[in-house]
Structures are given as structure tokens and as C-alpha cells.
DNA sequence: ACAAAAGTGTTGACTTTACACCCATGG
DNA sequence: CCATGGGTGTAAAGTCAACACTTTTGT
């Protein structure tokens, strides 16, 4: 390994962010809108090039903040995309990463988000994107579709915890299915990815609903 | 994006494969022995750094070619390897991927292998490998061991197909544990991942066994 | 008192587990 | 002819899917 290699020398490791949101009903994806060439005014997912002092991790939640204010985001690693031309600039490697935020505190993301040229965009509804981050969004929605199923991902998107009836609609909306209120109760428990927290709160009905709360570690099951 | 912005010049992607097979009822992972410095003559996973006129996983095959003389070999993306001080010399960011190699033919890997430094090591037996390899073989262990259970992935342990005993002796070796064949055989069956070729080979017994291959294409099963 | 949403129980169909027997063949 | 491994069937337990009724409470 040598430090002036020209085989290998100014690569960037691109660090990009999949944030995903339901508000009201509906799937989106926080987006921001480019403000310097290449794809200058083309909408993009946030990110951006990890620096030679911060861990990868820090330089992606430093990203985050800085194209979108927002901080403290758990994300996930999704994919790597290693073409040689998907950069026209220099060589740039891309890592995606996976989020879901807080459905509660859409509104306070917004008043930090409108300084910084972010929107969130429904996933059926999605512009053309800068680079390849059409195809980003699109494997990081399939990644969800699983996770979702066997991990605690969609945690922050209920940081006070949820009721069955809510949770029920977020899977529904994300995997674009309806299910029979009863038997998906079942299933969720037997999942083993939340709990009970003993409290009640209203959701939609007037009746109180228990209020769940997903684990913090969630063990694996064995198929076999 | 700069080309010569000092914040993200000279970074570097490392590309490492984990290689494994099964041999005499052994899990074994492919180690190649450095050359040269850092970690000069310690063992570490096949790669190295990603050139800046290659597409990613061109990159990957020709540093396992390099490094192994194994050429073609099918590879999954593992993780992400991103603490700012994993490389003494300069700034590089380690991208894992995941393999399985055919156990056939192992002898004739073998001939190829004796050239280039490498070797197979029980993965109950490795030593302390470079940079932080160690810690990538763990990963990589715990993602095949999901993996079996819902992919093709075993594949190319078995290019010629395989008897159903001789697929439960595998799964056995990787999740090290015992199964009933009555219903291993009737499990793996309903996972959808291989099919009965109505051919009829020699495994262990006298009696000949039905001949199996993986499916090329898996789809997913729902959870709900 | 009723509408609207939350919560629970049951039955029949299907799966899974645990187990025992027959088959083919090389020595 | 028998030891060795390959293949299959079954009954009891458990899980899943489909379905209807009761509870709570704001209006």
C-alpha cells in the first residue's frame, strides 16, 4: 500500500442516507435539493464525502446534519455502489444507509428543514434523482420491506411507543398489504420484536389502546 | 465536489473477500499470508485496494485472482469497515463481501492456492489476522449462517449438485447443530431453495441418493 | 343509545415434531 | 446375508387463517 499509488489515489467514499417517514397515511423519503454542480438544482438523497479524520459512521451523521439539521439518526447499512463512472468528477464510491424518523415530530423536522432546502417526497411520487439515487431508493425500500420484519427498525418512527391499530397501519402502508386486525396482533407478539408498556393512550378510537413499545435488542429466531 | 480537497483526498477502498468451504466436515476460510508491510508475513483475507479505473466488483475478482489465483467466484456485499484508524499508512475504508467455494474441487484449488501464500484455515483455528480481519471473519460467519437459511448461497459449494445428506451434513457444519433427516429433508423442501434433478449419485451409503441442485433464482417468502 | 375503534376467542386447515420402518447395495 | 446409509409415513402437538362478538367512550 502506498500513499501516492496513482492506481488508487483521490477516491472518495460517498455516505448516503435513505430516511423514510409516514405522514398521514403515506410512505416518504427525505430528499434535498443539490445547490452546486454536478446536478446542480436536482433533487438528491442528503450525503455527501466522508472525510480522512472522522469515522465513517460520524462522517454520516455529520453529513446528515449539515444538508439536513437533522442529528442522531440510526441508520443502517444498505449498499455499496462501486461503478467506476457513476461519478463524473472524481472517482466516488457510494454506501447507503437505511432510516426511518419520527412520524410524532414531523413538524418540528420541517421548521429545520425548510432552512436547509429538504422535502420529504412520497415514495410513489419520487423526481428524477441526482447520480443513481433512483436506484438507491428504490433497493433501500426493499431492505425496509425486510428489516421491518425481523428487526426493530421502525422504532424511531414511534419513539413514545404505538398502539397495535397504528402499528398495524405503518406495516400496511410499507409493505402495501391489509391484514385482519386480529390475526396480525398475533403475529407482531409472536415476532417478539416489542412489548407491552402497560400504559394506554388514544389513537384513533375512543376507546384507549394499549400502548407497545419495539425492543432494544431483538433476538434472532431460527427457521430451523 | 473538489478533485483536491485536502478533507477527502487520498482515501482509499479496501476490498476483502471471506472465502469459505467445507472440507472433511469442516468449515474452512481462505487466508493468504502479506508480503509486504503493514502486517508483513501475517495472515489476512484475500483483497486490497480498489483501483480508480475499475467498476467495484471488477475490483474485488481481480484482487482474489491476484491474491488466490480463484477466479470468477460469486460474492455478496457483508459490510462496512469505517473507524478512521484501521489503516496505519493511509486513510481506507474496508468493504467486505462474502463467498462459498466449492468443495469438489478443493484439491485443484489447491495446486492454484500453494502458488500465491494461501491457505485453508478451520474456522475454530484462526490466528490473529491483520488490520482487523478477525472481526470480518466473525460478520461474515453470522451472515452465512442467515443466509443458508433463505438464499442460494451454498451453491457453489456444490457446482455438480448434491445429495439431501450431504446438504443436512452442511448445514449441520455452518449452524453446528444436529437435525432429524425425516425432517431436514421435508424443512429444506419447503424453503423452495433447490429442486430434484431425478438424477441419482453415490454419496456415503450403498444405496444411490437423489441428486439436488440449488434453484437460481430465489424468491423471497412472505412473513406475512 | 349509538357509532367507531379497541380488544378478545374459536374452529378447521395446515405445519411441525418426534418417532419407526422398509429399501438398495457392496462386502 | 447383513451392515450401512437412503428413503418414506404417521399421529399428536402446535400454529395459522378466517371469522364474529364484546368493550369502551365521546357525541
Chains 1, 2 share one sequence.
Not at 433497493?139 to 414511534?158: A, H, Y
Amino acid at each position: 500500500m502506498e500513499k501516492n499509488n496513482p492506481l488508487y489515489k483521490n477516491q472518495g467514499i460517498h455516505l448516503l442516507a435513505a430516511i423514510f417517514t409516514i405522514e398521514k397515511g403515506v410512505a416518504k423519503v427525505l430528499l434535498v435539493k443539490r445547490k452546486c454542480e454536478p446536478y446542480k438544482n436536482m433533487w438528491s438523497l442528503p450525503g455527501g464525502a466522508l472525510y480522512n479524520d472522522e469515522d465513517l459512521l460520524d462522517g454520516l451523521q455529520r453529513e446528515i446534519k449539515e444538508k439536513t439539521g437533522l442529528t442522531n439518526i440510526e441508520l443502517d447499512l444498505c449498499n455499496v455502489y462501486g461503478n467506476k463512472n457513476r461519478s463524473k468528477i472524481m472517482r466516488m464510491v457510494g454506501i447507503s444507509f437505511l432510516g426511518v424518523i419520527s412520524s410524532n415530530k414531523i413538524d418540528s423536522y420541517k421548521e429545520t428543514l425548510k432552512t436547509s432546502n429538504c422535502a420529504w417526497f412520497e415514495i410513489e411520487d419520487i423526481p428524477d434523482l441526482a447520480y443513481d439515487h433512483n436506484l438507491i431508493i428504490n433497493d433501500s425500500l426493499e431492505k425496509l420491506k425486510k428489516k421491518i420484519l425481523n428487526s426493530n427498525i421502525l422504532k424511531s418512527l414511534f419513539p413514545q411507543g404505538f398502539t397495535l391499530p397504528e402499528l398495524q397501519k405503518a406495516y400496511e402502508i410499507i409493505l402495501n398489504k391489509k391484514f385482519d386486525r386480529r390475526n396480525f396482533r398475533r403475529k407482531i407478539l409472536s415476532l417478539g420484536l416489542i412489548y407491552d408498556t402497560l400504559k394506554e393512550v388514544n389513537f384513533e378510537g375512543k376507546k384507549k389502546a394499549k400502548l407497545y413499545k419495539f425492543k432494544d435488542k431483538i433476538e434472532d429466531k431460527n427457521v430451523f
